[in-house]
């Protein structure tokens, strides 16, 4: 696969400015994990979890709910203020592939159980400290049960 050249000029301008996407990225996870960590406690929700000997590249925040019903019922109160929460990791045994392979339901439990209940917030260098308050004030006004 060769890019064409307006992507390989898009990748070069990301490329030199990686430093600054990174650290804005960063500031995001960091600021998610720090204003949502009592509620997500209170309220049964796993955030990631960083030993302190690693350190990451701010990819993705998530949030494991206590339940699909949960994320579900989350998904639609960010959807009612314009927020696009999303769930997109599937368990790759029931991944069509997986199952044409012989998955099935129950071989990997935990993965199961984990892509039913995760959920990601908005995380990108563009989104801004107010559009992040936004996400964060409507995360900390849900009630899981």
């Not at 301008?13 to 960590?37: F, M, V």
């Not at 314009?82 to 990791?89: D, E, N, S």
């Not at 260098?125 to 964060?136: K, M, N, P, S």
Request: glycine share 6%; proline share 6%.
């Amino acid at each position: 696969y060769l890019p064409s050249e307006i992507l390989a000029a898009f990748l070069l301008a990301q490329l030199e400015a990686r430093e600054e996407i990174q650290t804005r990225r960063t500031e995001i996870w960091q600021c998610y994990a720090s204003e949502i960590r009592d509620w997500a406690d209170a309220q049964g929700v796993g955030l990631p979890q960083i030993p302190e000997h690693c350190s990451h590249p701010a990819h993705l925040f998530y949030m494991i709910l206590p339940s699909e019903r949960s994320r579900a019922r989350l998904i639609e109160h960010l959807a009612a203020e314009g927020i696009l929460g999303v769930f997109h990791y599937q368990s790759l045994h029931l991944s069509e592939m997986g199952r044409k392979f012989g998955g099935r339901p129950g071989q990997c439990p935990v993965s199961e159980r984990v892509s039913d209940r995760l959920l990601r917030l908005p995380l990108y260098c563009g989104l801004t400290e107010a559009e992040q308050a936004d996400v964060i004030e409507r995360v900390l006004s849900f009630n899981t049960d």
